[in-house]
Protein backbone atom coordinates (compact mmCIF):
# COMPACT_ATOMS: atom_id res chain seq x y z
CA UNK A 1 0.00 0.00 0.00
CA UNK A 2 2.77 2.65 1.10
CA UNK A 3 4.28 1.50 -1.95
CA UNK A 4 1.70 1.85 -4.34
CA UNK A 5 1.15 5.43 -2.93
CA UNK A 6 4.74 6.59 -3.00
CA UNK A 7 4.29 5.68 -7.29
CA UNK A 8 1.03 7.30 -7.04
CA UNK A 9 2.58 10.81 -5.86
CA UNK A 10 5.57 10.17 -8.44
CA UNK A 11 3.55 9.32 -11.12
CA UNK A 12 0.96 12.20 -10.40
CA UNK A 13 3.74 14.60 -9.96
CA UNK A 14 5.41 13.67 -13.48
CA UNK A 15 1.56 13.96 -15.62
CA UNK A 16 0.29 17.27 -13.56
CA UNK A 17 3.27 18.73 -12.39
CA UNK A 18 6.83 18.19 -14.15
CA UNK A 19 4.77 17.82 -17.21
CA UNK A 20 2.78 20.93 -17.71
CA UNK A 21 5.52 22.73 -16.40
CA UNK A 22 7.99 21.42 -18.88
CA UNK A 23 5.30 22.68 -21.35
CA UNK A 24 5.34 26.24 -20.31
CA UNK A 25 8.93 26.25 -20.88
CA UNK A 26 8.56 24.53 -24.48
CA UNK A 27 6.25 27.29 -25.51
CA UNK A 28 8.90 29.51 -26.55
CA UNK A 29 11.91 27.46 -27.23
CA UNK A 30 11.58 25.78 -30.57
CA UNK A 31 14.95 23.81 -30.15
CA UNK A 32 14.02 22.41 -26.62
CA UNK A 33 10.26 21.50 -28.63
CA UNK A 34 12.04 19.54 -31.43
CA UNK A 35 14.07 17.97 -29.20
CA UNK A 36 10.92 16.03 -26.76
CA UNK A 37 9.41 15.74 -30.03
CA UNK A 38 12.21 13.38 -30.91
CA UNK A 39 12.93 11.68 -27.44
CA UNK A 40 8.87 10.82 -27.91
CA UNK A 41 9.81 9.66 -31.63
CA UNK A 42 12.25 7.26 -29.77
CA UNK A 43 10.64 6.14 -26.62
CA UNK A 44 8.80 3.31 -28.00
CA UNK A 45 12.03 1.33 -28.64
CA UNK A 46 13.08 2.23 -25.12
CA UNK A 47 13.38 -0.91 -22.58
CA UNK A 48 9.92 -1.31 -21.40
CA UNK A 49 10.82 -0.66 -17.39
CA UNK A 50 12.27 2.97 -17.97
CA UNK A 51 9.26 3.77 -20.21
CA UNK A 52 5.76 3.01 -17.34
CA UNK A 53 5.31 2.96 -13.88
CA UNK A 54 2.23 0.76 -12.40
CA UNK A 55 0.00 1.46 -9.56
CA UNK A 56 -1.55 -0.96 -8.00
CA UNK A 57 -0.18 -3.36 -10.31
CA UNK A 58 -1.25 -7.26 -11.14
CA UNK A 59 1.74 -9.29 -11.84
CA UNK A 60 -0.18 -12.65 -12.61
CA UNK A 61 -2.33 -10.65 -15.51
CA UNK A 62 -1.59 -11.02 -19.22
CA UNK A 63 -4.01 -8.03 -20.47
CA UNK A 64 -3.43 -4.82 -22.02
CA UNK A 65 -2.43 -3.49 -18.70
CA UNK A 66 -1.70 -5.31 -15.39
CA UNK A 67 -1.94 -1.95 -13.32
CA UNK A 68 -2.60 2.22 -13.93
CA UNK A 69 -0.43 2.87 -16.06
CA UNK A 70 1.69 6.38 -16.15
CA UNK A 71 3.87 5.95 -19.26
CA UNK A 72 6.86 8.75 -20.11
CA UNK A 73 5.03 8.99 -23.93
CA UNK A 74 2.01 10.37 -22.57
CA UNK A 75 3.88 12.82 -20.11
CA UNK A 76 5.66 13.83 -23.39
CA UNK A 77 2.65 14.79 -24.95
CA UNK A 78 0.91 15.92 -21.95
CA UNK A 79 4.04 18.35 -22.14
CA UNK A 80 3.87 19.46 -26.09
CA UNK A 81 0.43 19.80 -25.73
CA UNK A 82 0.29 22.23 -23.13
CA UNK A 83 3.51 24.10 -25.24
CA UNK A 84 0.91 24.68 -27.42
CA UNK A 85 -2.09 25.76 -25.68
CA UNK A 86 0.19 28.60 -23.94
CA UNK A 87 1.88 30.15 -27.27
CA UNK A 88 -1.88 29.51 -29.10
CA UNK A 89 -3.07 32.58 -31.04
CA UNK A 90 -7.00 33.48 -32.02
CA UNK A 91 -8.46 30.75 -34.33
CA UNK A 92 -5.42 27.93 -33.24
CA UNK A 93 -6.93 24.60 -32.63
CA UNK A 94 -6.39 23.48 -28.74
CA UNK A 95 -7.25 19.50 -29.70
CA UNK A 96 -6.05 18.41 -33.13
CA UNK A 97 -8.45 17.21 -35.74
CA UNK A 98 -9.49 13.51 -34.58
CA UNK A 99 -9.11 13.53 -30.84
CA UNK A 100 -12.66 13.30 -30.61
CA UNK A 101 -12.58 9.83 -32.67
CA UNK A 102 -9.89 8.55 -30.52
CA UNK A 103 -11.53 9.67 -27.21
CA UNK A 104 -15.02 8.52 -28.50
CA UNK A 105 -13.35 5.31 -29.22
CA UNK A 106 -12.08 5.26 -25.05
CA UNK A 107 -16.21 6.15 -24.00
CA UNK A 108 -18.09 3.51 -26.66
CA UNK A 109 -15.40 1.15 -24.94
CA UNK A 110 -15.69 2.63 -21.23
CA UNK A 111 -19.56 0.88 -21.89
CA UNK A 112 -18.10 -2.91 -22.32
CA UNK A 113 -17.59 -2.31 -18.09
CA UNK A 114 -21.22 -2.73 -17.50
CA UNK A 115 -20.76 -6.68 -18.01
CA UNK A 116 -17.18 -6.27 -16.81
CA UNK A 117 -16.33 -9.74 -13.67
CA UNK A 118 -12.94 -7.29 -12.79
CA UNK A 119 -13.88 -3.85 -13.29
CA UNK A 120 -10.97 -2.38 -11.72
CA UNK A 121 -8.93 -4.04 -14.73
CA UNK A 122 -11.50 -2.51 -16.87
CA UNK A 123 -10.39 1.32 -15.29
CA UNK A 124 -7.25 0.22 -15.64
CA UNK A 125 -7.99 0.13 -19.51
CA UNK A 126 -9.89 3.03 -19.67
CA UNK A 127 -7.10 4.83 -18.22
CA UNK A 128 -4.02 3.89 -20.17
CA UNK A 129 -5.94 4.57 -23.54
CA UNK A 130 -7.33 7.95 -22.33
CA UNK A 131 -4.89 9.42 -21.53
CA UNK A 132 -2.79 7.77 -24.30
CA UNK A 133 -4.76 10.50 -26.39
CA UNK A 134 -2.12 13.10 -25.39
CA UNK A 135 0.67 11.16 -27.57
CA UNK A 136 -1.60 11.87 -30.50
CA UNK A 137 -2.16 15.18 -29.57
CA UNK A 138 1.83 15.97 -28.36
CA UNK A 139 2.51 14.90 -31.76
CA UNK A 140 0.24 16.82 -33.91
CA UNK A 141 0.87 19.88 -32.05
CA UNK A 142 4.91 19.41 -32.44
CA UNK A 143 4.86 18.58 -36.10
CA UNK A 144 4.50 22.15 -37.72
CA UNK A 145 7.00 22.93 -40.56
CA UNK A 146 10.43 21.33 -42.97
CA UNK A 147 12.54 21.34 -39.71
CA UNK A 148 10.68 19.16 -37.57
CA UNK A 149 9.91 16.93 -40.62
CA UNK A 150 13.89 16.56 -40.79
CA UNK A 151 14.58 16.09 -37.00
CA UNK A 152 11.97 13.24 -37.07
CA UNK A 153 13.58 11.58 -40.20
CA UNK A 154 16.94 11.77 -38.28
CA UNK A 155 15.77 10.78 -35.03
CA UNK A 156 13.83 7.28 -37.05
CA UNK A 157 16.97 6.75 -38.16
CA UNK A 158 19.48 6.59 -35.26
CA UNK A 159 16.50 4.73 -33.15
CA UNK A 160 16.38 1.77 -36.09
CA UNK A 161 20.17 1.72 -35.96
CA UNK A 162 20.42 1.26 -32.49
CA UNK A 163 18.10 -0.48 -32.15
CA UNK A 164 19.87 -2.96 -34.65
CA UNK A 165 23.31 -3.17 -32.73
CA UNK A 166 20.55 -4.25 -29.42
CA UNK A 167 19.74 -7.28 -32.16
CA UNK A 168 23.13 -8.04 -33.04
CA UNK A 169 24.51 -8.01 -29.78
CA UNK A 170 21.57 -10.28 -28.64
CA UNK A 171 22.17 -12.64 -31.58
CA UNK A 172 26.15 -13.02 -31.67
CA UNK A 173 26.99 -11.99 -28.18
CA UNK A 174 24.33 -13.47 -26.43
CA UNK A 175 23.64 -16.51 -28.14
CA UNK A 176 19.86 -15.40 -28.80
CA UNK A 177 18.20 -17.00 -31.91
CA UNK A 178 14.64 -14.94 -32.23
CA UNK A 179 16.08 -11.42 -31.06
CA UNK A 180 13.62 -8.94 -29.69
CA UNK A 181 15.94 -5.76 -28.72
CA UNK A 182 14.70 -3.88 -26.08
CA UNK A 183 10.91 -5.65 -26.35
CA UNK A 184 9.14 -7.95 -24.96
CA UNK A 185 8.60 -10.08 -27.94
CA UNK A 186 9.86 -10.40 -31.50
CA UNK A 187 7.02 -9.58 -33.32
CA UNK A 188 6.01 -6.07 -31.88
CA UNK A 189 9.71 -5.27 -32.34
CA UNK A 190 9.63 -6.13 -35.57
CA UNK A 191 6.32 -4.69 -36.87
CA UNK A 192 7.83 -0.94 -34.79
CA UNK A 193 10.46 -1.40 -36.84
CA UNK A 194 9.26 -1.56 -40.26
CA UNK A 195 6.29 1.21 -39.18
CA UNK A 196 9.67 3.80 -38.96
CA UNK A 197 11.40 2.29 -41.82
CA UNK A 198 9.16 2.64 -44.33
CA UNK A 199 8.66 6.44 -43.96
CA UNK A 200 12.42 6.27 -44.21
CA UNK A 201 12.60 4.87 -47.42
CA UNK A 202 10.30 6.97 -48.98
CA UNK A 203 12.25 10.15 -47.73
CA UNK A 204 15.58 8.52 -49.55
CA UNK A 205 14.04 8.46 -52.80
CA UNK A 206 12.43 12.26 -52.56
CA UNK A 207 14.86 14.31 -53.84
CA UNK A 208 14.66 17.31 -51.42
CA UNK A 209 16.47 15.14 -49.34
CA UNK A 210 20.17 15.68 -48.86
CA UNK A 211 23.02 13.22 -49.55
CA UNK A 212 23.82 12.47 -46.19
CA UNK A 213 20.39 12.26 -44.95
CA UNK A 214 19.59 9.67 -47.64
CA UNK A 215 22.53 7.28 -46.37
CA UNK A 216 21.19 7.89 -43.07
CA UNK A 217 17.45 7.26 -43.95
CA UNK A 218 19.16 3.99 -46.14
CA UNK A 219 21.07 2.68 -42.96
CA UNK A 220 17.78 3.07 -41.00
CA UNK A 221 15.83 1.09 -43.29
CA UNK A 222 18.95 -1.53 -43.84
CA UNK A 223 19.00 -2.10 -39.90
CA UNK A 224 15.34 -2.64 -40.11
CA UNK A 225 15.82 -5.30 -42.49
CA UNK A 226 18.65 -6.87 -40.66
CA UNK A 227 16.23 -6.50 -37.53
CA UNK A 228 13.58 -8.58 -39.10
CA UNK A 229 15.50 -11.41 -40.10
CA UNK A 230 16.97 -11.65 -36.73
CA UNK A 231 13.66 -11.73 -35.06
CA UNK A 232 12.99 -14.54 -37.34
CA UNK A 233 9.38 -12.62 -37.64
CA UNK A 234 7.83 -13.81 -41.08
CA UNK A 235 4.81 -12.04 -41.11
CA UNK A 236 6.90 -8.68 -40.37
CA UNK A 237 9.38 -10.05 -42.69
CA UNK A 238 6.31 -10.00 -45.42
CA UNK A 239 5.10 -6.89 -45.09
CA UNK A 240 8.21 -4.98 -45.02
CA UNK A 241 9.32 -6.66 -48.33
CA UNK A 242 5.41 -5.48 -49.70
CA UNK A 243 5.50 -2.52 -48.05
CA UNK A 244 9.05 -1.39 -49.59
CA UNK A 245 7.56 -2.16 -52.96
CA UNK A 246 4.84 -0.05 -52.47
CA UNK A 247 7.15 2.50 -51.68
CA UNK A 248 9.29 2.16 -55.02
CA UNK A 249 6.71 1.97 -57.08
CA UNK A 250 4.62 5.28 -55.59
CA UNK A 251 8.52 7.16 -56.21
CA UNK A 252 8.62 5.72 -59.66
CA UNK A 253 5.44 6.95 -60.17
CA UNK A 254 6.28 10.66 -59.24
CA UNK A 255 8.92 10.32 -62.03
CA UNK A 256 12.15 8.51 -62.88
CA UNK A 257 15.71 9.96 -61.68
CA UNK A 258 19.39 8.48 -61.32
CA UNK A 259 18.69 8.55 -57.32
CA UNK A 260 15.48 6.18 -57.78
CA UNK A 261 17.10 3.75 -60.18
CA UNK A 262 20.77 3.70 -57.41
CA UNK A 263 18.38 3.37 -54.51
CA UNK A 264 16.29 0.32 -55.88
CA UNK A 265 19.47 -0.98 -57.51
CA UNK A 266 21.12 -0.93 -53.81
CA UNK A 267 18.13 -2.31 -52.24
CA UNK A 268 17.51 -5.23 -54.90
CA UNK A 269 21.18 -6.65 -54.55
CA UNK A 270 21.02 -6.18 -50.51
CA UNK A 271 18.19 -7.85 -50.51
CA UNK A 272 19.72 -10.80 -52.24
CA UNK A 273 22.55 -11.35 -49.83
CA UNK A 274 20.22 -10.77 -46.68
CA UNK A 275 18.34 -13.34 -47.94
CA UNK A 276 21.10 -15.64 -48.53
CA UNK A 277 22.73 -15.22 -45.15
CA UNK A 278 19.01 -15.56 -43.76
CA UNK A 279 17.60 -18.03 -45.39
CA UNK A 280 19.05 -20.73 -42.83
CA UNK A 281 17.49 -19.33 -40.06
CA UNK A 282 13.98 -19.47 -42.15
CA UNK A 283 14.40 -22.77 -42.91
CA UNK A 284 14.70 -23.95 -39.24
CA UNK A 285 12.24 -22.03 -38.19
CA UNK A 286 9.98 -23.35 -40.48
CA UNK A 287 10.76 -26.74 -40.15
CA UNK A 288 10.36 -25.73 -36.12
CA UNK A 289 6.98 -24.90 -36.86
CA UNK A 290 6.24 -28.19 -39.06
CA UNK A 291 7.54 -30.32 -35.90
CA UNK A 292 4.24 -29.35 -33.59
CA UNK A 293 1.34 -30.94 -33.96
CA UNK A 294 -1.25 -28.41 -35.42
CA UNK A 295 0.82 -25.47 -34.91
CA UNK A 296 -1.16 -23.22 -35.65
CA UNK A 297 -4.57 -24.44 -34.27
CA UNK A 298 -4.32 -22.77 -31.17
CA UNK A 299 -5.42 -19.04 -33.05
CA UNK A 300 -8.76 -20.49 -34.34
CA UNK A 301 -9.53 -21.70 -30.99
CA UNK A 302 -8.91 -18.20 -28.95
CA UNK A 303 -11.03 -16.39 -31.96
CA UNK A 304 -14.07 -19.05 -31.11
CA UNK A 305 -13.76 -17.85 -27.55
CA UNK A 306 -13.88 -14.42 -29.00
CA UNK A 307 -17.05 -15.12 -31.07
CA UNK A 308 -18.86 -16.90 -28.04
CA UNK A 309 -18.08 -13.98 -25.59
CA UNK A 310 -19.61 -11.52 -28.72
CA UNK A 311 -22.75 -13.44 -29.04
CA UNK A 312 -23.39 -13.52 -24.98
CA UNK A 313 -22.20 -9.80 -24.63
CA UNK A 314 -22.86 -7.73 -28.33
CA UNK A 315 -21.58 -4.51 -25.98
CA UNK A 316 -18.57 -6.76 -24.70
CA UNK A 317 -17.16 -9.07 -22.08
CA UNK A 318 -14.83 -5.99 -20.37
CA UNK A 319 -12.23 -3.36 -21.41
CA UNK A 320 -9.00 -5.39 -20.01
CA UNK A 321 -10.91 -8.57 -19.01
CA UNK A 322 -10.88 -11.34 -21.85
CA UNK A 323 -8.42 -12.91 -19.57
CA UNK A 324 -10.59 -12.93 -16.95
CA UNK A 325 -13.35 -14.21 -18.48
CA UNK A 326 -11.30 -17.29 -20.84
CA UNK A 327 -10.14 -18.37 -17.15
CA UNK A 328 -10.90 -20.67 -14.24
CA UNK A 329 -13.12 -20.00 -11.84
CA UNK A 330 -15.25 -18.69 -15.23
CA UNK A 331 -15.91 -22.17 -17.54
CA UNK A 332 -17.83 -20.14 -19.61
CA UNK A 333 -15.55 -20.05 -22.53
CA UNK A 334 -12.48 -21.81 -20.70
CA UNK A 335 -14.36 -25.20 -21.79
CA UNK A 336 -13.25 -24.07 -25.60
CA UNK A 337 -9.78 -24.57 -24.67
CA UNK A 338 -10.48 -27.35 -22.96
CA UNK A 339 -12.60 -29.17 -25.44
CA UNK A 340 -10.05 -28.63 -28.04
CA UNK A 341 -6.82 -30.19 -25.64
CA UNK A 342 -9.35 -33.34 -25.22
CA UNK A 343 -9.45 -33.73 -28.72
CA UNK A 344 -6.21 -33.91 -29.38
CA UNK A 345 -5.49 -36.61 -26.32
CA UNK A 346 -3.93 -34.28 -23.78
CA UNK A 347 -5.69 -34.86 -20.12
CA UNK A 348 -7.33 -31.66 -18.57
CA UNK A 349 -5.77 -30.12 -15.19
CA UNK A 350 -7.60 -27.61 -13.98
CA UNK A 351 -4.16 -25.85 -12.85
CA UNK A 352 -3.38 -25.72 -15.91
CA UNK A 353 -6.46 -22.95 -17.35
CA UNK A 354 -6.26 -20.16 -14.61
CA UNK A 355 -4.13 -17.74 -16.77
CA UNK A 356 -5.74 -18.72 -20.11
CA UNK A 357 -3.64 -17.09 -23.36
CA UNK A 358 -5.69 -14.01 -24.89
CA UNK A 359 -6.24 -14.18 -28.47
CA UNK A 360 -3.25 -12.79 -31.13
CA UNK A 361 -5.97 -11.36 -33.28
CA UNK A 362 -6.22 -7.53 -32.31
CA UNK A 363 -9.93 -7.11 -33.75
CA UNK A 364 -11.11 -9.89 -32.77
CA UNK A 365 -9.85 -8.64 -29.17
CA UNK A 366 -11.40 -5.76 -29.08
CA UNK A 367 -14.68 -7.40 -30.32
CA UNK A 368 -15.02 -9.55 -27.55
CA UNK A 369 -13.89 -7.42 -24.79
CA UNK A 370 -15.37 -4.07 -26.02
CA UNK A 371 -18.43 -5.05 -28.25
CA UNK A 372 -19.73 -3.77 -31.94
CA UNK A 373 -19.73 -0.26 -30.78
CA UNK A 374 -16.23 -0.37 -29.40
CA UNK A 375 -14.75 -2.29 -32.35
CA UNK A 376 -16.55 0.58 -34.16
CA UNK A 377 -15.18 3.51 -32.56
CA UNK A 378 -11.89 1.67 -32.93
CA UNK A 379 -12.18 1.50 -36.32
CA UNK A 380 -13.87 5.10 -37.18
CA UNK A 381 -10.32 6.30 -35.66
CA UNK A 382 -8.09 3.85 -37.89
CA UNK A 383 -10.01 4.97 -41.17
CA UNK A 384 -10.44 8.50 -40.06
CA UNK A 385 -6.48 9.00 -39.97
CA UNK A 386 -5.69 6.60 -42.80
CA UNK A 387 -7.71 8.75 -45.17
CA UNK A 388 -6.16 12.17 -44.09
CA UNK A 389 -3.07 10.34 -44.63
CA UNK A 390 -4.08 9.42 -48.53
CA UNK A 391 -5.63 12.78 -49.13
CA UNK A 392 -2.20 14.47 -47.83
CA UNK A 393 -0.21 12.09 -50.05
CA UNK A 394 -2.99 13.54 -52.93
CA UNK A 395 -2.12 16.80 -51.80
CA UNK A 396 1.78 17.06 -51.30
CA UNK A 397 2.32 14.34 -53.96
CA UNK A 398 5.94 15.35 -54.86
CA UNK A 399 6.95 17.33 -51.64
CA UNK A 400 9.17 16.14 -49.11
CA UNK A 401 6.04 15.94 -46.86
CA UNK A 402 4.17 13.51 -49.64
CA UNK A 403 6.71 11.23 -49.87
CA UNK A 404 6.85 10.77 -45.95
CA UNK A 405 3.58 11.03 -45.58
CA UNK A 406 3.02 7.89 -48.33
CA UNK A 407 5.53 5.76 -46.26
CA UNK A 408 3.29 6.45 -43.06
CA UNK A 409 0.12 5.39 -44.81
CA UNK A 410 1.81 1.89 -46.59
CA UNK A 411 3.43 1.31 -42.81
CA UNK A 412 0.07 2.04 -41.03
CA UNK A 413 -2.24 0.08 -43.33
CA UNK A 414 0.15 -3.11 -43.59
CA UNK A 415 0.03 -3.05 -39.78
CA UNK A 416 -3.60 -2.87 -39.66
CA UNK A 417 -3.89 -5.90 -42.10
CA UNK A 418 -1.05 -7.74 -39.44
CA UNK A 419 -3.45 -6.85 -36.88
CA UNK A 420 -5.94 -9.51 -37.42
CA UNK A 421 -2.97 -12.10 -36.55
CA UNK A 422 -1.13 -9.87 -33.92
CA UNK A 423 -2.44 -7.89 -30.77
CA UNK A 424 0.59 -5.12 -30.90
CA UNK A 425 -1.46 -2.07 -30.98
CA UNK A 426 -3.17 -2.76 -27.78
CA UNK A 427 0.86 -3.19 -26.34
CA UNK A 428 1.74 0.72 -24.88
CA UNK A 429 5.04 0.85 -27.01
CA UNK A 430 3.23 -0.02 -30.42
CA UNK A 431 0.16 2.09 -29.47
CA UNK A 432 2.01 4.80 -28.78
CA UNK A 433 4.13 4.86 -32.36
CA UNK A 434 0.55 4.15 -34.13
CA UNK A 435 -0.78 7.59 -32.07
CA UNK A 436 2.47 9.27 -33.15
CA UNK A 437 2.02 8.91 -36.53
CA UNK A 438 -1.89 9.59 -36.64
CA UNK A 439 -0.93 12.76 -34.90
CA UNK A 440 1.30 13.79 -37.48
CA UNK A 441 -1.61 12.66 -40.23
CA UNK A 442 -3.61 14.87 -38.18
CA UNK A 443 -1.28 17.51 -38.55
CA UNK A 444 -0.81 17.12 -42.30
CA UNK A 445 -4.67 17.36 -42.72
CA UNK A 446 -5.14 20.60 -40.77
CA UNK A 447 -2.01 21.70 -43.06
CA UNK A 448 -4.09 21.02 -46.26
CA UNK A 449 -7.00 22.53 -45.02
CA UNK A 450 -5.32 25.98 -43.95
CA UNK A 451 -3.32 25.81 -47.55
CA UNK A 452 -7.03 26.00 -48.97
CA UNK A 453 -8.70 28.96 -46.90
CA UNK A 454 -5.02 30.62 -47.81
CA UNK A 455 -4.20 30.34 -50.99
CA UNK A 456 -8.51 29.45 -52.01
CA UNK A 457 -7.38 26.06 -53.80
CA UNK A 458 -5.26 22.85 -53.64
CA UNK A 459 -1.80 23.27 -51.70
CA UNK A 460 1.23 23.98 -53.68
CA UNK A 461 4.27 21.45 -54.46
CA UNK A 462 6.24 24.80 -53.61
CA UNK A 463 5.04 24.82 -50.04
CA UNK A 464 5.52 21.23 -48.70
CA UNK A 465 4.62 22.22 -45.19
CA UNK A 466 2.72 25.87 -45.65
CA UNK A 467 1.20 26.56 -42.40
CA UNK A 468 3.48 29.95 -41.00
CA UNK A 469 5.47 28.88 -38.12
CA UNK A 470 3.93 30.32 -34.79
CA UNK A 471 5.35 33.68 -33.55
Same mark, same amino acid.
Not at 26 to 41: G, K, P, S
Not at 283 to 290: F, G, K, L, N, V
Not at 406 to 425: N, P
Given at each position: MIKDLIKLLVAGGVYFGLAPAAGSMLAWNRTAERILLCVLV?? &??? *?? @??LTLMVDSVEWYRGHTKGFEFALPTAAGIALTVAAWIRARAGDRRWPPGMWAWWLYCGLATISLLHAPNK? =???? +????????? !?? *??????????????????? @???? /??LVQTGVCLKLRFIDGRWQT???????? &??????????? &?????? *?? &?? /?????????????????LMILLSVSR????? !??????????? +? #????? /? #????????????? +??????? +???? =????IHEDASRENPEDLRPILNRQSKWMLRDSPIGVGWNNFGIVNSLPDERYVIVLMDWDASRGFRIIDDLYFAGPLTESL !?????????????????LFMLLTLWWGIRGVAAYWKTWLGYFVSGVVIALALTYLQGSVERVLSQTKNMTMWLICAGFLARVQEMRLQARKLKGGRPTAAAPIPLPAPA
Amino acid at each position: MIKDLIKLLVAGGVYFGLAPAAGSMLAWNRTAERILLCVLVSM &PSW *FP @SKLTLMVDSVEWYRGHTKGFEFALPTAAGIALTVAAWIRARAGDRRWPPGMWAWWLYCGLATISLLHAPNKV =LGLM +AVWKFSMAG !FV *FSGAYHAFRDDQDLRWVMR @SLAI /TLLVQTGVCLKLRFIDGRWQTHGWFEHQN &PMAMWSYMCAL &PLLAMA *FA &PQ /TSGRDTRLCLAGVAGTALMILLSVSRGALAA !FVIGAMMVTGL +A #FLRGV /T #FKKCGITALGAVG +AAVAGTL +AINS =LIARIHEDASRENPEDLRPILNRQSKWMLRDSPIGVGWNNFGIVNSLPDERYVIVLMDWDASRGFRIIDDLYFAGPLTESL !FWLVLAETGYQGMAGYALFMLLTLWWGIRGVAAYWKTWLGYFVSGVVIALALTYLQGSVERVLSQTKNMTMWLICAGFLARVQEMRLQARKLKGGRPTAAAPIPLPAPA
